[in-house]
C-alpha cells in the first residue's frame, strides 16, 4: 500500500484517513482491492501457466473482497464448512474448492460431499474411514488429496507446519496404509493426488524450491511405486510478506524460475502433467490492507513514552505480536496525522486492562498528538477475523473497501458476523 502527502495530511490515492475517521470513527480497517488486484496480477505473470492459483479464505474472510478476487484467482482453500458456506454465497464454484483441516466432522465432510467439492485433503486414516462411510451412506463420491506431513524439515519458515510431529496430514512413513485403503476402497475414492503445506512466512526463495523439490518427490513416489498418478499437487503456500522494514521481499520471478525448473523435472521422471495448486493468503491480501487508530492518551512512565490507542489486540492480535510470533517485532507504523514529522522511539499500546495489549515496543513513529490517527500496515490478513473482538468489550471496527478512488463500508461497527 502506497501513502501519500496531501495538503500535510496521509492519504491513499486521494482518500485522505482523516476524513475517513470524521465519517466512520475509529478503529477501522482499509482494505485496497486495486492493491490486491496487483498482488494477484503479480503471481499470474511470474507463474504463467504453470500453476493455478488458489486463495486461502483463512487470511482474510470479507464477503466483499472473496467477491472481489473472484476473477483474479482459479479457487479458494477453505478450513471450515462455514468459510465453504461463504465461498458458495459469494458465487465461487465448489469444484474450484480445497478444503484442508485436521478436524473436518462428519457433517463437514458430508456437506462437502453435496456440495461437490473439488479435493478434500484427507489428514488421518480416521477421516478416511468417515468418507468412505458417508459415500456408502449414499453421499457422492469423494475427491480427495492426501495431506502428507513430511518427514523433511525444511528450513525457513517461519512457522513450521510439517517436517515434525503434527496434527496436520498423514505421516509420510504412515503412507502405505492409507494409500492401500484408498485402493481397497476405490468405489468411494476419486483419488487425485496429494497435499504438502510444510509452513508459513518464508522468505527465502531456494528454501521455497527445495520444499517443492521434496513435495514433487513424494508425489512421484506415489506414482511409480504405487502406480497411483498425482493428477493434482497442491504444494501449499507459505510465501512470506515483508512486514517489518528489515526483512526483504520474495523475488518471486526468481521463486517461478526455480519452480519451473522443479516442475520439469517431475514432468521428465513421471511422464504426467499434473495440475499445480498454489494456495496463498496473506501474500495476496497483507500489504492491501492497513488498521487505523486514534491516539486516546499519552503518559511519560519512569522514562518511557506511552501513546494509548482507542483499539488494540482486540482487534489486531496479529500486531500485537499474540498470534504466532516467536519473537515479538513490530509492525511497519505511519503517525497519517503528521507525515514528515520528526520520529520518535516509544511505546504504542491499545486500551485493554493487559499487558499483552501491545502495539509497538521501542516503535519509531512521527511525534504523536492525542487526537493523532497512527496506522499499523500490512493488516490485510489475520486481522479482524484472527482477533478476540468480544474481549473486554470496547466494540468492534468497521471494515472499508477501496477500489480505484471509491471507499465503500462493507462492515460498520457493532455489524460483527454480518460480512
Not at 518427514?151 to 504412515?174: C, H, N, P, T, Y
Not at 492409507?178 to 531456494?206: P, S, V, W
Not at 502433467?273 to 496463498?280: G, H, M, N, T
Not at 490492507?289 to 483499539?311: A, C, H, P
Request: with cysteine; aromatic share 8%.
Amino acid at each position: 500500500m502506497i501513502l501519500t502527502e496531501q495538503n500535510g495530511k496521509t492519504c491513499l490515492r486521494n482518500i485522505c484517513f482523516e476524513e475517513l475517521a470524521a465519517r466512520y470513527g475509529t478503529p477501522f480497517y482499509l482494505y485496497d482491492l486495486d492493491k490486491v488486484k496487483e498482488k494477484c496480477a503479480a503471481v499470474r505473470k511470474a507463474f504463467g501457466d504453470s500453476l493455478e492459483l488458489l486463495y486461502a479464505v483463512k487470511a482474510n474472510p470479507n464477503r466483499e473482497l472473496l467477491a472481489a478476487m473472484r476473477g483474479e484467482v482459479d479457487g479458494l482453500d477453505i478450513a471450515s464448512a462455514g468459510e465453504l458456506e461463504r465461498a458458495l454465497e459469494t458465487g465461487y464454484d465448489a469444484g474450484c474448492i480445497s478444503f484442508a483441516g485436521p478436524g473436518k466432522t462428519r457433517d463437514e465432510l458430508r456437506r462437502s460431499l453435496e456440495a461437490g467439492v473439488g479435493c478434500i485433503s484427507v489428514e488421518s486414516l480416521r477421516e478416511l474411514n468417515d468418507l468412505r462411510d458417508l459415500v456408502r451412506a449414499g453421499s457422492h463420491r469423494a475427491y480427495i488429496l492426501v495431506r502428507v506431513n513430511p518427514q523433511l524439515l525444511i528450513r525457513d519458515f517461519a512457522v513450521k507446519m510439517g517436517g515434525k510431529a503434527s496434527q496436520f496430514g498423514i505421516d509420510e512413513e504412515e503412507l502405505p496404509s492409507a494409500l492401500d485403503f484408498i485402493k481397497a476402497n476405490a468405489d468411494a475414492f476419486d483419488f487425485k493426488g496429494i497435499h504438502i503445506y510444510a509452513g508459513t512466512q518464508c522468505l527465502n526463495e531456494e528454501a521455497l524450491a527445495q520444499n517443492l523439490a521434496n513435495t514433487l518427490a513424494i508425489a512421484a513416489r506415489i506414482t511409480t511405486d504405487y502406480g497411483m498418478e498425482c493428477r493434482v499437487i497442491n504444494i501449499g503456500g507459505g510465501l512470506g510478506v515483508s512486514y517489518y522494514e528489515e526483512h526483504p521481499g520474495l523475488d518471486l520471478d526468481k521463486l517461478a524460475l526455480l519452480f519451473r525448473a522443479e516442475f520439469d523435472r517431475y514432468r521428465e521422471a513421471t511422464g504426467t502433467k499434473p495440475r499445480i495448486l498454489l494456495e496463498l493468503g496473506r501474500f495476496l491480501v497483507a500489504e492491501a490492507g492497513i488498521y487505523v487508530t486514534r491516539v486516546v492518551s499519552e503518559k511519560l512512565s519512569r522514562g518511557e513514552q506511552f501513546y494509548v490507542l482507542d483499539g488494540g489486540m482486540n482487534h489486531h492480535l496479529s500486531a500485537s505480536g499474540n498470534l504466532g510470533m516467536t519473537i515479538r517485532k513490530n509492525y511497519l507504523v505511519r503517525n497519517l496525522s503528521r507525515p514528515g514529522a520528526e520520529r520518535i522511539i516509544c511505546t504504542l499500546v491499545g486500551p485493554l486492562c493487559t499487558p499483552l495489549d501491545l502495539m509497538g515496543k521501542g516503535v519509531t513513529v512521527e511525534v504523536p498528538e492525542v487526537g493523532d490517527l497512527v496506522g499499523f500496515l500490512n493488516s490485510g490478513s489475520y486481522g479482524y477475523s484472527a482477533s478476540p473482538l468480544l474481549f473486554l468489550g470496547h466494540g468492534e471496527p468497521c471494515e472499508l473497501l477501496v477500489e480505484g478512488k471509491d471507499v465503500r463500508p462493507c462492515r460498520l461497527m457493532g455489524e460483527m458476523g454480518s460480512r
